[in-house]
């Protein structure tokens, strides 16, 4: 049988055996699974906030996320992940994207 974590208000998490569960949970404790971010990965991910926030702000700052369109998730999407990836790619020549 799989092993189960249940937590308030999320839905239960299922893993294949009890060693995977103790991967998630120890990463889950480590910061949410980000496996040794570097300070240039977490100042890439700061420079993806302000072009998320206009993304959110042209779809509506009162509409929930589960009210979005499809196209709407993916502009959201696609915002967050070219901002990162320009980010990543002007700080350093090694990026390959």
Sequence with gaps: MPALIKQPNKPAQRFCSMRCLDLYARLFKEGNGMIDMTDFERASLNACLKP?????????????????????????IEVIVTAYQDAMRKGSPEVPF
């Design 52 to 76: 998320l926030g206009e993304c959110v702000a042209e779809i509506g700052m009162n509409k929930p996320l589960s009210a979005y369109s499809k196209e709407q998730v993916l502009t959201l």
